[in-house]
C-alpha cells in the first residue's frame, strides 16, 4: 500500500519532468514556426535546380501525375523554350540499407533512360563520394576513381537501386502505351526498319492475339517495302514490345525493341534498339526466346502479297 | 574576468574534452575529413552546450534529481533539433555535410558530462561560459585533427588547393584507421606539452627541496 506522501513525490517529479517537456517542445515549435517556409522554399529552389542542372535546356516544367511509383514523390515533365518534351524529372525518396532516406531528382529522357541524378537531401556518411560539386551522381566513385558497379557499398546501392526503379516505371509505362489494339508505329522506328519509306498509313486486320498492329509500307513510287508488324512477345521481366519488319515474301528482315523490362536486353540491340541477331547470351536467354519466339510466329502468319 | 578567463583556458587547454577527457570521439573522428564540416560540428556543438548549460543552470533547482538524466537529455535533444531547423534553414550546405552527425550531437558525452558535472551545480553565467570554454576546446580539437587530415590525405585547407595537381594525397588519412591514426597522434602530442609544463614545474620543486635538504646538512 503506497502512502500517500510517497505517491505525492512520485507525481511532483513526474509534474516537473512534463512541464521541462513542454517548455522544451514549445521552444522548438517556435524555432519550426520560424524556419518551415524557409526550408520549404529552400527545397522547391533546390529541386528546380537540380532539373535545370540535369536538363540545361529546360524552361518549363509541369507536374505529370498520370506516372506515379513507388518511391515517387511527384514526376515533373520538362520542356524546353519553344514547348519540345525534354523528358521527366522524377522526385523520388530511395531507401538507404543505412536505414536513411535519400530524396533525389532523376532526369529521365523521351526514351524511359535515366539521363542524370541528383541528390537533394541524404542522412548518409559516405554518399559524397558518388557525387560532384553539385551533388550529381558521376557513376564513379570519387576517392578512388573505380566505378563500384559491384555494388560495395550501401549508399552506392541506393543510388543504382533508385535507377533501375526509375527505369522500369518508365518501361512499363511505355510497354503499356504500345500494347494497344492498333499498335503505335513512328516514323523514326519505320526509318530504322525499312530503307526509302515514304508511307505507313494503310493499315491491315490483325490476326493474332500477340499482334498489336500491322501497317503496309511503301516507298515514295507506292511500291509495298513490306510489313511492319507490333508485336508484344513474352521476356525475363514481362511483356516486350517489338517491331518486326516483313518482306514482301513473308520473311522477318529485322526486330526493333521498342519497349521492354528486361535488364539484360542490352546483350542482343544496337543503341538504337535493333536487334543485333546475336546468339543466346548465358543468363539472358529468355530475353533472346522473346525475340526469337516473336519472329517465328510472325512468319508463321505468312504475310505476304504485292498491293 | 579573472575567473572568466581560467574558465576559458580550462575548457580550451588544461581540460579539453576530447584530448584530455577524451570525450565526443565518434564525431571527431567522423567529420574531421575538412577542417571546414570541423568548424561546422564544433560551433553547432558548441552552441547546443552553451543553451543547454544555461536552461539546465536556471533549471537546477526544478529538475528533480531523480529523473535529472531524463530532464537533461529531453533539454539537449530539444536545442540540437532546433539548431538543426535553423542549419537547414540558413546555411543548408554545412547541413548537408554533415548529416546524421548534427542530430547524434544529442549523445554526444560532452554536452551530457557538462550538464552533469556543472551546470546542474552552478550558477547561470558560470554554467554558460563552462559550456562555452568545452565548446571552443571541442572546436579547437576538431580543427587540430582535421587539418592534418584534410591536407595529408587531401591536399587541401578548407577547400584549397595546397600543393597543386602533382600532390598524391595519402589517401589512408581521410579513411577511418587513419582518423584514429590522426587522433592519437594528436593526443600523444598535446599531452606532451602539457607534461613538459608540469615535469619543468616538478623539476624545480625537486631542485628547491634538495637545496633546503643540502642547506639543513651543511647546518
Known sequence: ????????????????????CLVVAALTAL????????????????????IRLIFTEADSFTEDPSIVGEGVNAVYAVADANGAPLGWCVDYTGVSEYGGDVGMMIGVGTDGRVLGLQVISHAETFIDRYLDGENRYTGVEKTYGVDLSAGATMSYNAIRNAIAAVEKIFATRK??????????????????????????????????????GICLVKNADGVLLGRCVSYTSLGYGGDMELLL??????????????????????????????????????????????????????????????? | MKGFLKQLKEGILDNNPTLVQLLGMCPTLATTTSVKNAIG???????????????????????????????????????????????????????????IFIPLIVVNCIILARAEAYASKNKVLPSAVDGLAMGLGFTFALILVATVREIVGNGTFMGLSLFGDGYAPALLFIMPAGA????????????????????????????????????????
Open chain 1, 1 to 20: 500500500m503506497v502512502n500517500k506522501k510517497t505517491a505525492w513525490h512520485v507525481t511532483n517529479i513526474a509534474l516537473r519532468l512534463l512541464v521541462i
Open chain 1, 31 to 50: 524555432v519550426y514556426a520560424v524556419t518551415v517556409d524557409t526550408i520549404a522554399k529552400g527545397e522547391q529552389e533546390r529541386k528546380e535546380n537540380a
Open chain 1, 175 to 212: 510497354v503499356a502505351e504500345l500494347d494497344g489494339d492498333d499498335g503505335v508505329f513512328q516514323k523514326e522506328q519505320i526509318d530504322l526498319l525499312f530503307s526509302g519509306a515514304a508511307d505507313f498509313s494503310q493499315r491491315e486486320d490483325v490476326i493474332d492475339s500477340n499482334v498489336n
Open chain 1, 245 to 307: 519488319s516483313v518482306l514482301p515474301t513473308g520473311k522477318v528482315d529485322g526486330v526493333l525493341v521498342a519497349a521492354h523490362l528486361d535488364s539484360e536486353m542490352f546483350h542482343y540491340t544496337n543503341d538504337n534498339g535493333l536487334y543485333n541477331g546475336a546468339d543466346a547470351v548465358a543468363g539472358a536467354t529468355r530475353s533472346h526466346r522473346a525475340i526469337q519466339n516473336a519472329i517465328t510466329a510472325v512468319e508463321a502468319l505468312q504475310l505476304g502479297g504485292a498491293q
Open chain 2, 41 to 99: 560540428m564544433g560551433l553547432a556543438a558548441t552552441v547546443v552546450l552553451i543553451f543547454s548549460n544555461l536552461f539546465i543552470s536556471l533549471l537546477r533547482k526544478f529538475i528533480p534529481k531523480q529523473v535529472r538524466i531524463a530532464a537533461f537529455i529531453v533539454i539537449i535533444s530539444g536545442f540540437v533539433t532546433m539548431v538543426e531547423l535553423l542549419m537547414k534553414a540558413f546555411v543548408y550546405s554545412l547541413y548537408q555535410s554533415l548529416g
Open chain 2, 180 to 219: 584514429f591514426l590522426t587522433l592519437g597522434f594528436v593526443i600523444a602530442a598535446v599531452q606532451k606539452i602539457r607534461n613538459m609544463g608540469q615535469d619543468k614545474e616538478r623539476m624545480e620543486k625537486l631542485s628547491k627541496l634538495e637545496e633546503e635538504a643540502e642547506k639543513e646538512e651543511t647546518v
